[in-house]
């Protein structure tokens, strides 16, 4: 059966994952019927967001794989005991933890880096054709790591994020609500999500077509291998 890493930043919009659209991955996967399991980073996240606030928490400390064990009901694996051949695809779902935990978009723009262990993964399932799935403002990943690679995305089309990417080198395509961008030679799904979307309605909709792009192309390469 076809397995899906659902890579997760934390829980909560603004310093982990958005949980709307983790929750939205999650069920797409479930009604087509593939198998799924969370992974996270194993670290401490950038900061701690009061989300009723919006202010950050100095003295608070939470750790990336503790809190995205929250969204997953506590089945969550650490991304260091991840190969990229685990699975047969991966999907990054959006929230600032994108930006602040899996890389560090929110201070350093086009110039960021990316955290070790997701670097290493998404670089070597480039490698070896296994399709991923960038959502919301998790792009930015795919674009600093397969610029060289020629890769096309869309966080939809904010100024600023669009700007980073020239910086990246990566090419961004403009994006409504419910739209994506479907980067077949690298194996890229890309949609809005929540850099576009109004409601939540939108938002399940943008990520269910983003997940069965996927599960398209996750198909037509175990088809290849198996003719193979």
Known sequence: MTKIGVVLSGCGVFDGSEIHEAVAVLLALSRAGV????LAPDMQQMHVVNHFTGEVSSAESRN???????IAR???VSLGNVTATDFDGYVFPGGFGAAKN?????????NCEVNEQVS??????????????????????AGRLLAGNGVQVTIGDDDEAMAAFD????????????????????????SPAYMKADNIAEV???ITQSVNALLEMVSQ?????SDG
Request: net charge negative; glycine share 6%.
């Open 35 to 38: 198998q799924y399991r969370c």
């Open 64 to 70: 990336v794989l503790h809190e995205s064990a929250r």
């Open 74 to 76: 506590g089945d969550v």
């Open 102 to 110: 899996l890389s560090n978009f929110a201070v350093a723009g086009g």
């Open 120 to 141: 290493r993964l998404v670089r070597d399932a480039h490698s070896r054709k296994i399709p991923m799935a960038f959502l919301c403002i998790s792009p930015v990943i």
């Open 167 to 190: 910086v990246m080198g990566a090419t961004h395509v403009i994006c409504q609500a419910c739209e994506m961008v479907r980067d077949e030679d690298n194996l890229v799904i890309s």
């Open 204 to 206: 399940f909709d943008d």
């Open 221 to 225: 390469r175990q088809s290849v291998a």
